[in-house]
């Protein structure tokens, strides 16, 4: 029965452990991005080239 007031005091504290340097890093600006939003537009698309390139293999092998 001890250990699981062990086990308990010592998750609690780890949880707030991840807490409190969470906190911190949000108050520091450690998940600040500043630049990304700005410039997501700029940012081309992947083309879809590797369907067409399959689609001409599989009607050279039909008709071989």
């Known amino acids: 029965m001890t250990i699981l007031f062990v086990l308990i005091t010592a998750s609690a504290l780890v949880a ?3 807490l409190f340097l969470f906190i911190w890093s949000v108050k520091t600006g450690q998940f600040d991005d500043s ?4 410039v997501r537009a700029l940012f081309d698309d992947a083309k879809p080239t590797e369907s067409k390139s399959n689609d001409n293999n ?3 092998n039909e008709n071989e």
């Open 16 to 18: 707030l452990l991840f």
């Open 35 to 38: 630049y990304t939003p700005s």
């Open 58 to 60: 599989s009607s050279k």
